[in-house]
């Protein structure tokens, strides 16, 4: 999470209390996946509260430290854009839906694909920017030097993560899944226009707040 590394334990530590009160409270076992997402972003935020620490002691060549930042970088980049529409699949009963999501299962796979190896992969290390988190990366994607073409498929990569982690959230027949989908998309929005810079670490940031509207949906 950005602003401080007891920011982000405080929060992973609440996050894991609510995951376990929604999987103690889920009596439809193939609810349960979905239920237990929270715990996921209680280990992604653990992680960051990690880099936080390491960040701060100037200790950014240590295995702990590279550990936790790729550790982080996994999950933003390469687990939810699977995790999110699988776990939504799963329990879905109407067909067209099912469908729907089984579309944005296969994006996912893909973009999750293509961050790996664009950004996980080629991460620069990460920088204190204003009391958030930056994870940098030379040219990205992939090196390309024109920034018209760069610019293009960086939007195309945002916008298929989008639909995988986002879209997936409206399409779902389960009740109230759509209001995570709001405070998520709200994260998005805040995240883009006032932390630009250091967005995936704010985003993911609301997205594990608003993991909590997960309880009420189970």
Known sequence: M??????????ASALSIVSLLSIKKT?????????AS??????QQACEGIVWLTLNAGDTTSTLHNFAMYSFLFFAGTWWPICIPIILYIPEKIHTRKKLLSYTFIIGIITAIIL??????????????????????????????NQNIACVFSWIISLSYCVATVTPLFISSIRYTWALGVAVSLGL????????MTFPSVWCFFAAVSSIIIYFIV
């Open 2 to 11: 950005c602003f401080s590394a007891q920011a982000s334990f405080i929060t």
């Open 27 to 35: 009596h439809n076992k193939k609810l349960i996946p979905l239920a």
């Open 38 to 43: 929270p715990l996921f972003f209680v280990v």
């Open 116 to 145: 790996f190896f664009a950004w996980t992969l080629q991460i620069t290390g990460v920088e204190n920017v204003n009391h958030n988190l930056n994870y940098p990366v030379v040219n990205y994607p992939f090196g390309i030097t």
């Open 189 to 196: 929005i805040v995240s883009y226009i006032f932390y630009a």
